[in-house]
């Protein structure tokens, strides 16, 4: 985990890799309630019969379900001590590479791949990768765009 005072301290350390960091568990409690929460009831998520008689497998959790984990994940892996408020700017590049199943559990690396001053916050992008613990390559991976303002509200 990395642990900094401030937001401008994320500056120093661009081109690190933190984590892994914890694994989140993904039962199917979880994908149920994704889908009732977004009303995607695709037979892929919620019927372990079909799922395992057609893919042998068992119900696949929704992808923006993986995605949505990203806040608790790096959480985990990076905390800043002095900030005002954090603000998910948005995400590039998001790809889901291999099914995240239920009963899976996964958990995030992070490479700070790029930090900027800017007008009154610092902006982050993080490289993230996504992995479940049945496979050695990640199952999605993506850029996370966070703003982060000091307690003042500025970015200094």
């Given amino acids: 985990m990395l642990e900094i005072d401030t937001p401008e301290e994320l500056l ?19 994908i149920d309630a994704f889908a ?32 949505s984990m990203l806040a608790v994940m790096m959480y985990d892996l990076v905390r800043i ?8 700017y948005g995400m590039n590049k998001v790809r889901f590479i291999a099914p995240v199943l239920a009963g899976d559990r996964v958990r995030a690396e992070v490479t700070i791949g790029r930090v900027a001053r800017e007008d009154n916050f610092v ?6 990768s996504i992995f479940v613990e049945r496979l050695e390559k990640p199952v999605m991976i993506a850029q996370s765009i966070i703003l982060y303002f000091n ?5 200094r």
């Fill in 36 to 67: 009732e929460a977004t009303d995607d009831r695709q037979w892929i998520h919620l019927d372990a019969e079909r799922t395992h008689n057609e893919l042998g497998h068992a119900p696949v959790a929704h992808g923006y379900l993986t995605l």
């Fill in 81 to 88: 001590e002095n900030v005002g408020r954090m603000v998910n």
């Fill in 151 to 155: 307690q003042d509200g500025s970015g």
């Fill in 12 to 30: 120093r350390h661009v081109g690190d890799t933190i984590g892994p960091g914890k694994w989140v568990d993904i039962p199917q409690s979880r």
């Fill in 123 to 128: 902006r982050a992008i993080f490289d993230v």
